[in-house]
Structures are given as C-alpha cells and as structure tokens.
C-alpha cells in the first residue's frame, strides 16, 4: 500500500497507470464512510480509466479506509482535506490533473481546485447538485450523523438515511469514531465568488433522484465553464456505478459536451 504523510498525517492512495504513456491523469475523491477501493475500485472506475489509457490515482481521505484515524473534529476540515489532494499531487510530481470528487468528495474536490487552480485540467463534481450552495446549518444534522456513527446497537437509529451510513460504514470496516469527528468539522460556506472565476471545465454530475443533491445544473452555472448532467433513473448510491454517470465523464473529458445546460443521460 503506497502513502506518504501530509502535515504529519498518512494518507494511503493507490496509483494505476496503463501500459505505455498515459494519455492523462486523474484523482478519485470517495465520499463519507467509503474508501478508494469501495467508492472506485468496487464501482468500476479503476477498470474504465485503464480502458481510457488514463493514469488512476484514488486516495482514502483522511480518516477513512487505509488512512490515519483521527479524533479532533479540527482535523477534518475541509482546507485540511484539501491539502491532503494537493500533496498527492506534489509527492508525485504531477503537473496539471483532473480531479473527480463523489458526494462529500466532491467538496473536498472543489476546495482543492480552488486552492490550486492551476493544477486541475477539468473537475467533476458527483453526487452533488445545486444544494451544494445552501448555507450548511451546524448542529441537529451533524450531531445526528455523528450519533448514528457511535450508536452502540444501530437497530436503535430510526432515520432511515442515518441507518443505511451506519450500516455501509460497518460493512466497510471503518472506524465509526474517527468518522464522528468527521462530521463535526466546523467548516465557513463555500467561496462562490471564487467558484465563479475558477478557469477549469465544470462538469456536475447527479442522479435523477437524488434528493439530497439538488439540480446539477444549478450548481453548474455557478461556474464560468460548468456543465450540468442528470442521470435518469439513479439515486444518490446508483449513480456513481452507473455506465451513463461513466458516460457523461468521458463524453466530458474528451470535449463532446455541448454548451446547454440540462442534459439527461
């Protein structure tokens, strides 16, 4: 398991790069109580790329999968998880990458294209939608994951979604406690203004029925370059496996997109 510290923290990744030059590289962000082999490998991401000739590099955010646990909520935030990105590309001595951020991965994903924009060639934004600009209220929501994540039996957790997280962070192994702090990092909004001069190609990615991201399309326009896509048929779990979620990235990689906005795949 290749890994390398950031700031004093280990973070494991894994880096798959086709046979002969890689026509170009791209970074995997999973998103909450996932990891890069469940959010990537599993979902069949790392298999796509390869067929692309594209250079795969998937990292476990810190505190998930095979990277460092920690217990300070302060260590979460999202400039942390950021940075964490932008090291990976550093120890490796990338140049300019795409970026592809699914869920809370898509946060930690934009937070790094707009503290290196100058390192992304294009960002893909998954499992996220217009929602994504609403002020985030701290507190009952956060308290309730974080709950859900320590809850002793989780038979005891009553709100359907928190039981599903629960249940998929147990399956995957994770450290339910480290995934608690998580939740509690106090983070300020998102920089909209600057999301408005970021220079990078903008594709927002999201299923149909995904409730809980909002039009993709919404968040896209806030973007000088974006591109919104909904995925018919597909939930928030869906989508990410999806053949047209793979679609509507590559379509968007190699410039087959067109400038309107409100694609339905």
């Not at 923290?9 to 082999?37: C, W, Y």
């Not at 939740?183 to 409730?211: F, S």
């Amino acid at each position: 398991m290749p890994s390398f510290r950031n700031s004093g923290v280990e973070i494991a990744f894994d880096d798959l790069s086709p046979q002969g030059d890689a026509a170009r590289t791209m970074i995997l962000v999973h998103g909450f109580a996932s990891n890069r082999k469940e959010g990537w490998r599993r979902t069949g991401w790392y298999a796509a790329l390869e067929r692309r000739g594209t250079r795969c590099i998937a990292l476990d955010q810190r505190g998930h999968g095979e990277s460092e646990k920690l217990y300070d909520p302060e260590a979460y935030g999202r400039e942390a998880l950021a940075s964490d990105v932008v090291a990976l590309i550093d120890h490796l001595g990338l140049g300019r990458v795409d970026l592809f951020g699914y869920s809370m991965g898509a946060r930690t994903a934009l937070a790094a294209a707009l503290a290196a924009p100058d390192r992304i060639g294009h960002l893909i934004l998954g499992g996220v939608g217009e929602r994504l600009l609403e002020p985030r209220v701290e507190g009952a929501p956060t308290d309730a994951m974080s709950q859900a994540m320590l809850a002793e039996d989780p038979e005891t957790i009553s709100h359907p979604m928190l039981r599903s997280f629960r249940h998929f962070a147990d399956e995957q192994g994770e450290d339910r406690r480290a995934l608690a702090a998580f939740v509690q990092a106090k983070n300020p909004p998102l920089d909209v203004e600057a999301m408005g001069r970021l220079e990078a190609p903008v594709l927002v990615v999201a299923g149909q029925r995904d409730d809980g991201a909002g039009d993709p399309d919404g968040l896209a326009r806030a973007f000088p370059h974006g591109r919104g896509i909904t995925v018919v048929g597909c939930d928030h779990f869906s989508a990410i496996p999806h053949a047209l979620t793979k679609a509507a990235t590559f379509d968007f990689l190699d410039g087959m997109l067109d400038d309107p906005f409100g694609d339905r795949f």
